[in-house]
């Protein structure tokens, strides 16, 4: 079955400071990969897509992620954070069916 | 653990049928939503709630109707099913600023 695993649980950075965060996933058909942010009290929007072409993709708010078919990985960097980045992160690949991993809770210090 | 129910999860219904959509979550999650997502693309909110008697639409133009009488319960309904409305529907919750949690989904087929 496929996953997606998110390996940070809880990243805390200041302000300015880079972010990376870890997305991997287990699938072997067609790879369509997203990552989503949910702020305090809202809820899912889309940060990133990916699809196919460029494996670099930009996305809203600064926010890139690179697609390395080899590593089965779709990290998602920043860099240089801000407090309203503050957030919930969450990566996703769905296909057949919907697989978010467990999500990344990122708070962001003034 | 979270505790978020979505029934059927797989429905296939003829054209013009009503039919409605369960979510119940026990963890008494003030906030509800409804995404519809079709296969390989991203989530669309559809509707949402932030309490009993609120309900608002979301991002995503839709045909259903919603309705939150109870805290725990969040039912999606469809007048009149058409082939366009195939898709899969995700429900899920959340307290306050907590993180979303998210059902299994409901995969609904229009012939």
């Known amino acids: 079955a496929q996953s997606v695993s998110q390996h940070n649980h809880h990243v805390i950075l200041s302000e300015a400071a880079s972010l990376e965060l870890g997305c991997n996933y287990s699938y072997g058909g067609t790879v369509n990969l997203f990552w989503y942010v949910q702020y305090p009290g809202q809820h899912l929007q889309l940060l990133l897509k990916?699809?196919?072409?460029?494996?670099l993709v930009k996305g809203i708010k600064g926010f890139e992620a690179e697609f390395i078919k080899s590593k089965f990985s779709f990290n998602l960097r920043k860099p240089s954070v801000q407090w309203s980045d503050t957030a919930e992160y969450f990566c996703?690949?769905?296909?057949?069916?919907?697989?978010f991993g467990s999500g990344t809770q990122l708070t962001v210090l003034p | 653990e979270a505790d978020i129910y979505q029934t059927p999860r797989y429905l296939v219904i003829g054209t013009g049928k009503k039919i409605t959509l369960e979510c119940s979550q026990t963890?008494?999650?003030?906030?509800m939503y409804w995404y519809q997502q079709d296969p390989g693309m991203e989530l669309h909110l559809i509707h949402y709630s932030y309490g009993v008697n609120s309900t608002e639409k979301g991002d995503l133009s839709s045909e259903s109707t919603v309705s939150r009488i109870r805290t725990e319960h969040f039912p999606l309904t469809l007048e009149s099913a058409r082939p366009s409305h195939t898709s899969q529907y995700l429900c899920?919750?959340?307290?306050?600023?907590?993180?979303?949690?998210f059902g299994n989904g409901t995969r609904l087929t229009v012939t």
């Open positions: 963890m008494g999650h003030d906030k």
């Open positions: 899920a919750s959340s307290y306050r600023v907590s993180p979303l949690h």
């Open positions: 990916y699809f196919s072409g460029d494996p």
């Open positions: 996703a690949a769905p296909a057949r069916q919907l697989t």
